[in-house]
């Protein structure tokens, strides 16, 4: 029905917000006067996920830790539920992967900005006592955070809320139950009934886009765009090309696009196979393609 992602500082009073939006919704179902359909609140938030404060001391350990609250969040989606997300959600490439599983459980999104000041932050952190950060992980991810923006998609709409500020409940609600619903993304639309070698399709497909795409750069680093080799690209019709970013692509990068990408298609498999689309390398390669695009923004 709904994703309702909560973004902002460490101890900015994100669980505050989701605590107070979960009170409302369930408020405004119980109402004598409510019509609509019958849905649960679910709360997903870092502890119910398993992912301690100190997952964030270490990157590696902190993907992990991310992977467990994605996982959560794929279980709770669903056509019934209202599903509020609470965790930092620092990383505008984690709120698109959570984005695009919303679009493709067809529900709608919105997102919730908590803003405070770093300063305000700190202070409550101080006063926190157990369970807080270390003090440079605590400002390693209040300087590493990517602040939600009304003008990409994956946060829209968009709700920014100032720690001394009541949440803006009533248009939020109206987000969430009468907002538009965006149709699945080209890259997650794939056959209603896929064969049973689609898994093998798949991985090879994106395996040989990858180091094709790779080795292309080990010789034109410089590279703007780079051609899909056919095969997995068709053999006919107009020639599939990647747009590349004006940054440097890295392996690590890469691997873990490709992750992402599998993980987006699986699931969408596994909840019954609603996207559209043939699993043939052909139509893999141009879905991936522009998966990479859409995340590069290219």
């Known amino acids: 029905m709904a994703l309702v992602t909560i973004s902002g500082y460490p101890c900015s009073g994100k669980s505050t917000r989701a605590k107070q939006l979960a009170a409302y919704f369930e408020k405004r179902l119980g109402e004598a006067g409510y019509d609509g359909p019958e849905l649960r609140v679910v709360l997903v938030d870092d502890e119910g996920s398993h992912v301690e404060r100190a997952v964030y001391d270490d990157s590696k350990v902190e993907k992990s830790g991310r992977a467990n609250l994605f996982s959560a969040v794929l279980r709770s989606l669903g056509p019934d539920t209202i599903l509020i997300c609470d965790s930092p959600n620092y990383i505008k490439g984690f709120r698109y992967q959570m984005y695009c599983a ?24 101080e006063n926190r006592g157990e369970g807080s950060y270390k003090p440079s992980t605590f400002d390693n991810l209040i300087m590493r955070f990517e602040e939600p923006s009304s003008m990409v998609r994956w946060d829209s709409p968009l709700f920014t809320i100032a720690y001394d500020e009541e949440p803006p409940y009533d248009a939020i609600w109206e987000s969430i139950t009468k907002g538009a619903k965006a149709p699945p993304t080209a890259a997650v639309k794939m056959a209603a009934k896929p064969p049973l070698n689609t898994l093998q399709v798949l991985s090879n497909t994106t395996s040989l886009i990858v180091s094709s795409l790779l080795s292309h750069l080990s010789h034109s680093p ?41 993980r987006v298609q699986t699931a969408a498999q596994a909840s ?3 996207a559209a689309g043939m699993w043939k390398e052909e139509e893999v390669a141009r879905k991936f393609v522009s998966f990479l695009e859409e995340s590069w923004e290219t």
Do not use: Y
């Not at 493709?104 to 952190?125: N, S, Y």
């Not at 051609?227 to 590349?244: C, D, E, K, M, N």
């Open 102 to 125: 919303a679009r493709e459980a067809h529900a709608r999104v919105c997102t919730i900005h908590v803003a405070t000041p770093p300063d305000k932050c700190r202070e409550w952190h």
């Open 222 to 262: 410089n590279s703007p765009t780079f051609q899909i080799p056919s095969p997995p690209a068709g053999a006919t019709g107009a020639a599939l090309v990647l747009h590349l970013p004006v940054r440097s692509v890295t392996l690590p990068e890469m691997q873990r696009l490709k992750r992402q990408f599998e």
């Open 272 to 274: 019954g196979g609603r």
